[in-house]
Protein backbone atom coordinates (compact mmCIF):
# COMPACT_ATOMS: atom_id res chain seq x y z
CA UNK A 1 0.00 0.00 0.00
CA UNK A 2 1.23 3.01 -1.02
CA UNK A 3 -0.77 6.16 -0.17
CA UNK A 4 -0.36 9.74 -0.56
CA UNK A 5 -3.29 12.46 0.12
CA UNK A 6 -3.75 15.08 -2.32
CA UNK A 7 -3.09 18.23 -1.47
CA UNK A 8 -5.00 20.42 -4.75
CA UNK A 9 -8.48 20.24 -5.27
CA UNK A 10 -9.71 17.94 -7.65
CA UNK A 11 -13.24 16.53 -8.31
CA UNK A 12 -14.13 14.22 -10.22
CA UNK A 13 -17.32 11.99 -10.48
CA UNK A 14 -17.57 8.01 -9.74
CA UNK A 15 -19.66 7.89 -13.26
CA UNK A 16 -16.75 9.37 -15.08
CA UNK A 17 -14.25 7.16 -14.14
CA UNK A 18 -16.22 4.06 -14.62
CA UNK A 19 -16.72 5.17 -18.00
CA UNK A 20 -12.60 6.21 -18.45
CA UNK A 21 -11.68 3.04 -16.86
CA UNK A 22 -13.51 0.64 -18.59
CA UNK A 23 -12.57 2.21 -22.10
CA UNK A 24 -9.22 2.01 -20.88
CA UNK A 25 -9.34 -1.63 -20.03
CA UNK A 26 -11.43 -2.68 -23.02
CA UNK A 27 -8.78 -1.25 -25.01
CA UNK A 28 -6.01 -3.01 -23.00
CA UNK A 29 -8.15 -6.20 -22.98
CA UNK A 30 -10.72 -7.48 -24.99
CA UNK A 31 -11.85 -10.00 -22.36
CA UNK A 32 -13.59 -6.88 -20.58
CA UNK A 33 -17.12 -6.71 -20.67
CA UNK A 34 -19.69 -3.88 -19.98
CA UNK A 35 -23.30 -4.71 -18.32
CA UNK A 36 -25.85 -2.17 -18.23
CA UNK A 37 -29.57 -2.75 -17.59
CA UNK A 38 -30.86 0.67 -19.55
CA UNK A 39 -28.77 2.96 -17.50
CA UNK A 40 -25.89 3.88 -19.97
CA UNK A 41 -26.23 7.48 -19.77
CA UNK A 42 -27.04 7.36 -16.02
CA UNK A 43 -23.52 5.85 -15.68
CA UNK A 44 -21.53 7.86 -18.46
CA UNK A 45 -21.21 3.99 -20.32
CA UNK A 46 -23.14 5.35 -23.44
CA UNK A 47 -20.29 6.25 -25.29
CA UNK A 48 -18.43 2.94 -25.00
CA UNK A 49 -21.41 0.92 -26.51
CA UNK A 50 -21.01 2.95 -29.73
CA UNK A 51 -16.71 3.07 -30.03
CA UNK A 52 -16.83 -0.87 -28.20
CA UNK A 53 -20.25 -2.50 -29.64
CA UNK A 54 -19.04 -5.81 -28.82
CA UNK A 55 -17.63 -5.58 -25.55
CA UNK A 56 -21.07 -3.57 -24.31
CA UNK A 57 -24.50 -5.46 -23.55
CA UNK A 58 -27.72 -3.97 -22.66
CA UNK A 59 -30.17 -5.90 -21.27
CA UNK A 60 -33.10 -3.61 -20.47
CA UNK A 61 -34.94 -3.56 -17.72
CA UNK A 62 -33.98 -7.06 -15.94
CA UNK A 63 -31.07 -6.69 -13.68
CA UNK A 64 -31.57 -10.33 -12.88
CA UNK A 65 -30.60 -11.50 -16.23
CA UNK A 66 -27.86 -8.90 -16.37
CA UNK A 67 -26.44 -10.76 -13.08
CA UNK A 68 -26.81 -14.77 -14.97
CA UNK A 69 -25.32 -13.71 -17.65
CA UNK A 70 -22.68 -12.24 -16.12
CA UNK A 71 -22.02 -15.82 -14.38
CA UNK A 72 -22.15 -17.33 -17.65
CA UNK A 73 -19.39 -15.10 -19.25
CA UNK A 74 -17.09 -15.42 -16.18
CA UNK A 75 -17.22 -18.86 -17.12
CA UNK A 76 -16.21 -17.83 -20.79
CA UNK A 77 -13.34 -16.50 -19.08
CA UNK A 78 -14.34 -13.21 -19.89
CA UNK A 79 -14.49 -10.03 -17.16
CA UNK A 80 -17.53 -8.73 -16.72
CA UNK A 81 -18.72 -5.11 -15.05
CA UNK A 82 -22.54 -4.62 -14.23
CA UNK A 83 -23.80 -1.04 -13.62
CA UNK A 84 -26.95 -0.05 -11.69
CA UNK A 85 -28.20 1.44 -8.64
CA UNK A 86 -28.10 -0.28 -5.99
CA UNK A 87 -31.11 -1.51 -5.04
CA UNK A 88 -31.43 -2.89 -8.28
CA UNK A 89 -28.08 -5.36 -7.88
CA UNK A 90 -29.04 -6.45 -4.24
CA UNK A 91 -32.94 -6.47 -3.36
CA UNK A 92 -34.13 -6.88 -6.80
CA UNK A 93 -31.89 -10.00 -8.32
CA UNK A 94 -30.97 -11.13 -4.55
CA UNK A 95 -30.91 -15.12 -5.59
CA UNK A 96 -29.38 -14.42 -9.11
CA UNK A 97 -26.56 -12.99 -6.99
CA UNK A 98 -25.81 -15.50 -4.73
CA UNK A 99 -26.42 -18.67 -7.28
CA UNK A 100 -24.87 -17.35 -10.38
CA UNK A 101 -22.30 -15.56 -9.05
CA UNK A 102 -20.78 -16.08 -5.08
CA UNK A 103 -21.76 -19.67 -5.16
CA UNK A 104 -20.41 -20.26 -8.33
CA UNK A 105 -17.82 -18.82 -7.58
CA UNK A 106 -17.58 -16.04 -10.57
CA UNK A 107 -15.56 -13.04 -11.34
CA UNK A 108 -18.10 -9.83 -11.41
CA UNK A 109 -17.37 -6.06 -10.94
CA UNK A 110 -20.48 -4.70 -9.25
CA UNK A 111 -20.43 -0.90 -9.93
CA UNK A 112 -23.73 -0.37 -7.55
CA UNK A 113 -24.22 3.69 -7.69
CA UNK A 114 -26.16 5.94 -5.65
CA UNK A 115 -25.87 4.05 -2.64
CA UNK A 116 -27.79 5.28 0.54
CA UNK A 117 -28.31 8.68 0.40
CA UNK A 118 -26.64 9.14 -2.48
CA UNK A 119 -30.22 8.74 -4.28
CA UNK A 120 -31.13 11.50 -3.21
CA UNK A 121 -34.46 12.65 -5.10
CA UNK A 122 -34.58 8.98 -6.63
CA UNK A 123 -36.84 8.61 -3.69
CA UNK A 124 -37.64 5.25 -1.47
CA UNK A 125 -37.74 2.70 -4.40
CA UNK A 126 -34.12 3.51 -5.18
CA UNK A 127 -32.85 3.95 -2.38
CA UNK A 128 -30.95 0.96 -0.47
CA UNK A 129 -29.63 1.55 3.39
CA UNK A 130 -29.09 -2.02 4.11
CA UNK A 131 -26.91 -3.33 0.76
CA UNK A 132 -24.06 -3.69 2.90
CA UNK A 133 -25.71 -5.96 5.65
CA UNK A 134 -27.06 -7.77 2.77
CA UNK A 135 -23.93 -8.48 0.88
CA UNK A 136 -21.66 -8.82 3.55
CA UNK A 137 -23.88 -11.93 4.75
CA UNK A 138 -22.97 -13.82 0.99
CA UNK A 139 -19.62 -15.71 0.84
CA UNK A 140 -17.06 -15.24 -1.41
CA UNK A 141 -18.11 -11.59 -2.29
CA UNK A 142 -15.93 -8.41 -1.42
CA UNK A 143 -17.60 -5.47 -0.31
CA UNK A 144 -15.75 -1.99 -0.40
CA UNK A 145 -17.08 1.87 -0.29
CA UNK A 146 -14.38 4.17 -1.73
CA UNK A 147 -14.03 7.21 -0.23
CA UNK A 148 -12.59 9.09 -3.49
CA UNK A 149 -12.46 8.66 -7.25
CA UNK A 150 -8.93 7.71 -6.70
CA UNK A 151 -9.82 4.03 -5.05
CA UNK A 152 -12.66 3.84 -6.86
CA UNK A 153 -10.28 3.62 -10.10
CA UNK A 154 -7.89 1.33 -7.98
CA UNK A 155 -10.22 -1.18 -7.23
CA UNK A 156 -11.62 -1.17 -10.87
CA UNK A 157 -8.06 -2.09 -11.65
CA UNK A 158 -7.88 -4.28 -8.90
CA UNK A 159 -10.11 -6.35 -9.86
CA UNK A 160 -9.29 -6.68 -13.69
CA UNK A 161 -5.67 -8.06 -12.47
CA UNK A 162 -7.14 -10.49 -9.50
CA UNK A 163 -10.31 -11.26 -10.53
CA UNK A 164 -13.35 -12.46 -7.70
CA UNK A 165 -16.51 -11.12 -6.59
CA UNK A 166 -16.59 -7.43 -5.88
CA UNK A 167 -19.86 -5.29 -5.02
CA UNK A 168 -18.45 -1.57 -4.93
CA UNK A 169 -21.07 1.23 -3.82
CA UNK A 170 -20.54 4.84 -3.99
CA UNK A 171 -21.98 7.66 -5.57
CA UNK A 172 -22.83 8.61 -9.38
CA UNK A 173 -23.02 11.56 -10.93
CA UNK A 174 -21.56 14.55 -8.21
CA UNK A 175 -18.26 15.65 -8.14
CA UNK A 176 -16.07 14.33 -5.10
CA UNK A 177 -13.48 15.46 -3.97
CA UNK A 178 -9.92 13.83 -4.43
CA UNK A 179 -8.40 12.43 -1.05
CA UNK A 180 -5.80 10.45 -2.32
CA UNK A 181 -2.93 11.39 -5.52
CA UNK A 182 -3.74 9.58 -8.44
CA UNK A 183 -0.26 7.10 -7.94
CA UNK A 184 -1.69 6.34 -4.32
CA UNK A 185 -2.37 2.40 -3.99
CA UNK A 186 -4.13 0.75 -1.18
CA UNK A 187 -4.45 -3.19 0.00
CA UNK A 188 -7.55 -5.38 0.21
CA UNK A 189 -8.60 -5.93 3.36
CA UNK A 190 -6.25 -2.82 4.97
CA UNK A 191 -7.48 0.62 6.51
CA UNK A 192 -6.24 3.79 6.36
CA UNK A 193 -4.81 6.04 8.87
CA UNK A 194 -5.48 8.94 7.37
CA UNK A 195 -4.28 11.18 10.48
CA UNK A 196 -2.92 9.64 13.57
CA UNK A 197 -4.45 11.60 16.38
CA UNK A 198 -3.67 12.38 20.12
CA UNK A 199 -6.45 12.59 21.62
CA UNK A 200 -7.52 8.49 22.49
CA UNK A 201 -10.57 9.11 19.95
CA UNK A 202 -11.27 7.08 16.67
CA UNK A 203 -13.18 7.79 13.92
CA UNK A 204 -13.63 5.11 11.65
CA UNK A 205 -15.70 5.87 8.21
CA UNK A 206 -16.11 5.07 4.41
CA UNK A 207 -17.35 6.72 1.81
CA UNK A 208 -18.75 10.21 1.91
CA UNK A 209 -17.86 10.19 5.57
CA UNK A 210 -14.11 9.93 5.20
CA UNK A 211 -14.38 13.55 3.53
CA UNK A 212 -16.69 14.79 6.54
CA UNK A 213 -14.39 13.05 9.24
CA UNK A 214 -11.12 15.27 7.68
CA UNK A 215 -13.66 18.29 7.82
CA UNK A 216 -14.59 17.21 11.45
CA UNK A 217 -10.70 17.34 12.34
CA UNK A 218 -10.21 20.67 11.15
CA UNK A 219 -12.70 22.00 13.35
CA UNK A 220 -11.61 19.96 16.36
CA UNK A 221 -8.15 20.89 16.14
CA UNK A 222 -9.17 24.76 17.13
CA UNK A 223 -10.61 22.70 20.00
CA UNK A 224 -7.66 20.84 21.02
CA UNK A 225 -9.27 17.74 20.44
CA UNK A 226 -7.29 15.57 17.78
CA UNK A 227 -8.96 12.41 17.09
CA UNK A 228 -7.48 9.87 14.91
CA UNK A 229 -9.14 9.26 11.36
CA UNK A 230 -9.23 5.98 10.00
CA UNK A 231 -10.77 4.98 6.09
CA UNK A 232 -12.39 2.01 6.42
CA UNK A 233 -12.65 1.46 2.35
CA UNK A 234 -12.24 -2.23 2.55
CA UNK A 235 -15.56 -3.79 4.42
CA UNK A 236 -15.25 -6.94 3.57
CA UNK A 237 -12.43 -8.09 4.19
CA UNK A 238 -11.58 -5.64 6.48
CA UNK A 239 -8.94 -4.79 8.78
CA UNK A 240 -9.41 -6.67 11.93
CA UNK A 241 -5.96 -6.02 13.90
CA UNK A 242 -5.98 -2.44 12.94
CA UNK A 243 -9.64 -1.87 14.14
CA UNK A 244 -8.26 -4.18 17.80
CA UNK A 245 -5.57 -1.70 17.74
CA UNK A 246 -7.60 1.24 17.73
CA UNK A 247 -9.90 -0.11 20.04
CA UNK A 248 -6.81 -0.64 23.04
CA UNK A 249 -5.29 2.59 21.91
CA UNK A 250 -8.95 4.89 22.41
CA UNK A 251 -11.24 5.24 24.92
CA UNK A 252 -14.30 6.51 22.47
CA UNK A 253 -14.72 4.92 18.98
CA UNK A 254 -17.02 6.37 16.77
CA UNK A 255 -18.30 4.74 13.07
CA UNK A 256 -20.12 7.14 10.71
CA UNK A 257 -21.22 5.26 7.59
CA UNK A 258 -23.96 6.24 4.89
CA UNK A 259 -25.72 2.84 5.63
CA UNK A 260 -28.31 1.41 7.95
CA UNK A 261 -27.12 1.43 11.91
CA UNK A 262 -27.75 -2.15 11.19
CA UNK A 263 -25.23 -4.62 9.31
CA UNK A 264 -22.46 -2.07 8.11
CA UNK A 265 -19.59 -1.29 9.39
CA UNK A 266 -20.65 -0.56 12.88
CA UNK A 267 -21.69 -4.22 13.44
CA UNK A 268 -17.87 -4.78 12.35
CA UNK A 269 -16.91 -2.76 14.82
CA UNK A 270 -19.21 -3.55 17.37
CA UNK A 271 -18.17 -6.93 16.82
CA UNK A 272 -14.54 -6.66 17.13
CA UNK A 273 -14.72 -4.73 20.53
CA UNK A 274 -17.07 -7.24 22.18
CA UNK A 275 -13.98 -9.74 21.52
CA UNK A 276 -11.52 -7.33 23.00
CA UNK A 277 -10.50 -6.77 26.86
CA UNK A 278 -11.07 -3.52 26.39
CA UNK A 279 -13.94 -1.45 26.68
CA UNK A 280 -14.05 1.79 24.76
CA UNK A 281 -17.86 4.12 24.67
CA UNK A 282 -18.95 3.57 21.50
CA UNK A 283 -20.55 5.60 18.84
CA UNK A 284 -22.60 5.33 15.94
CA UNK A 285 -23.47 8.10 13.33
CA UNK A 286 -25.65 6.34 10.39
CA UNK A 287 -29.21 5.92 8.76
CA UNK A 288 -31.46 4.88 11.41
CA UNK A 289 -34.07 2.00 10.36
CA UNK A 290 -35.78 3.74 7.87
CA UNK A 291 -36.69 3.73 4.14
CA UNK A 292 -35.51 6.22 1.67
CA UNK A 293 -36.35 9.43 1.71
CA UNK A 294 -36.70 12.11 -1.05
CA UNK A 295 -34.47 15.46 -0.79
CA UNK A 296 -31.38 16.87 -1.83
CA UNK A 297 -27.94 15.25 -0.39
CA UNK A 298 -27.35 17.98 2.37
CA UNK A 299 -30.87 17.89 2.64
CA UNK A 300 -30.20 14.27 3.97
CA UNK A 301 -27.41 14.54 5.51
CA UNK A 302 -28.68 17.38 7.89
CA UNK A 303 -31.68 14.98 8.53
CA UNK A 304 -29.78 11.44 9.68
CA UNK A 305 -27.31 13.66 11.19
CA UNK A 306 -24.20 12.59 8.82
CA UNK A 307 -22.78 16.02 8.83
CA UNK A 308 -19.33 17.21 10.18
CA UNK A 309 -20.82 19.46 12.80
CA UNK A 310 -22.33 16.49 14.06
CA UNK A 311 -19.42 14.56 14.19
CA UNK A 312 -18.16 17.75 16.01
CA UNK A 313 -21.33 17.64 18.54
CA UNK A 314 -20.67 14.09 19.41
CA UNK A 315 -17.23 14.32 20.39
CA UNK A 316 -18.03 17.48 22.61
CA UNK A 317 -20.67 15.89 24.52
CA UNK A 318 -18.63 12.89 24.99
CA UNK A 319 -16.27 15.19 26.71
CA UNK A 320 -19.32 16.92 28.62
CA UNK A 321 -20.88 13.72 30.09
CA UNK A 322 -17.57 13.16 31.22
CA UNK A 323 -16.95 16.13 33.29
CA UNK A 324 -20.74 15.54 34.68
CA UNK A 325 -20.39 12.36 35.90
CA UNK A 326 -17.23 13.42 37.67
CA UNK A 327 -19.02 16.61 39.16
CA UNK A 328 -21.76 13.66 40.19
CA UNK A 329 -18.93 11.60 42.10
CA UNK A 330 -17.46 14.46 44.00
Given at each position: ???????????????????????E??????????????????????????????????????????I?????????????????????????????????????????F??????????????????????????????????????????????M??????????????????????????????????????????????????G????????????????????????????K????????Q???????????????????????????????????????????????????????M?????????????????????????????
Amino acid sequence: MNVALETEKKTTSFREVYAQTLNELIVEDNDVMVLESDLMKSSSTDFLFEIHPNNCVNFGISEANMISAAGGMSKAGLIPFAHSFAPFVTRRPLDQVYMSIAYSNNNLFIYASDAGIWSQRNGGTHTTNEDIAIMNAMPNCQVFNPSDPVQFKWLMNNYHKNKGFYYVRGGRKNEIQHLYKEDSTFEVGKGIVLHKGSSKIAIVASGIMVSESLKALDSLKQKEIDPTIVDMFSIKPYDADLLQQLIQDNDLIIVLENHSKFGGIGSIVAYEIAKSNNNPTFKHLAIPDAFGEVGSLEFLMDKFKLRSSDIEDTILKYFSDIETNKEKTE
